[in-house]
């Protein structure tokens, strides 16, 4: 975030990518129902999962025609151990500056948004989450703004004060979780999927933004995080450069 010594507020947030690469090329069948979902199964005669204070061994027996075989056309990986590889991808999440400046008198608003690719051909889908490197998250040289706070639901609207001085952000996408959609009113309430509501704020700990259990393969899904920062008219910021930095990860399911 960017302060013009006693005149302007800006903003900005810096981020880092956390993914988790996977190669593939084909999957087997995924058997599936409304309750349920096989990624992987197994016939054999014995094996399971053995542990002692000094081990954890997953083991089979009884298995036929295990192990990895490949040829020009194709790469075989037989038996449960085996498992299958899938394919991750995550762009996007570029620097964002908050704007417009914010007056260091009467205070304001500034906003800004990045927009994140996450890719996976996992038949099991994919979760994205950010969080913050400090607390809270956005700070300067001499002063810091707090995380916007909420209880467990995140705010309909972002809410500041005139004693307040706050940053959150919002996700916004097809694949968002609950906590973020909206009834029209209220969030984590209906399915409404609206950009610009159901704000929050940062954490150490991971937030999961979006979710899906299902392939996207090779479109990938797109998800929006706008980011706003309150100042209000008797908050008494210092004026500096204020600077956020987050790290947004996705995992395969």
Not at 71 to 79: D, E, F, P, R, V
Not at 236 to 248: E, F, L, Q
Request: glycine residues 10%; charged residues 10%; aromatic residues 10%.
């Amino acid at each position: 975030m960017r302060y013009v010594p006693f005149v302007t507020l800006g903003c900005a947030s810096i981020f880092s990518l956390t993914v988790f690469w996977f190669t593939s090329v084909g999957l087997a069948q995924v058997m599936q129902s409304n309750n349920y979902a096989i990624q992987s199964d197994s016939v054999n005669t014995g094996g399971g999962l053995s542990t002692s204070s000094n081990y954890i061994l997953e083991s089979t027996a009884g298995e036929v025609a295990t192990g990895i075989s490949s040829s020009t056309s194709y790469s075989l990986k037989a038996g449960y151990q085996q498992m299958q590889e899938v394919y991750l991808s995550l762009s996007g999440a570029n620097t964002v500056d908050l704007t417009p400046n914010i007056s260091g008198i009467s205070g304001g608003v500034a906003n800004g948004s990045t927009t994140i690719k996450v890719t996976t051909d996992s038949p099991s889908g994919y979760s994205l989450s950010i969080q913050s490197s400090m607390a809270p998250a956005m700070r300067s040289l001499t002063d810091m703004l707090a995380d916007y706070s909420t209880t467990t639901t995140p705010d309909f609207d972002f809410v500041t004060s005139a004693s307040d001085a706050h940053f959150g952000f919002s996700p916004f996408g097809t694949d968002i979780v609950d906590r973020y959609k909206n009834n029209g009113s209220a969030c984590n309430l209906g399915s409404n999927i609206t950009s610009g509501k159901c704000w929050s704020g940062l954490s150490l700990t991971p937030t999961i933004m979006a979710q899906s259990f299902n392939s996207n393969h090779p479109t990938g899904t797109d998800t929006v995080i706008n980011f706003q920062v309150g100042i209000g008219s008797s908050a008494n910021i210092a004026s500096g450069i204020y600077i956020a930095t987050t790290t947004i990860t996705a995992l395969p399911l």
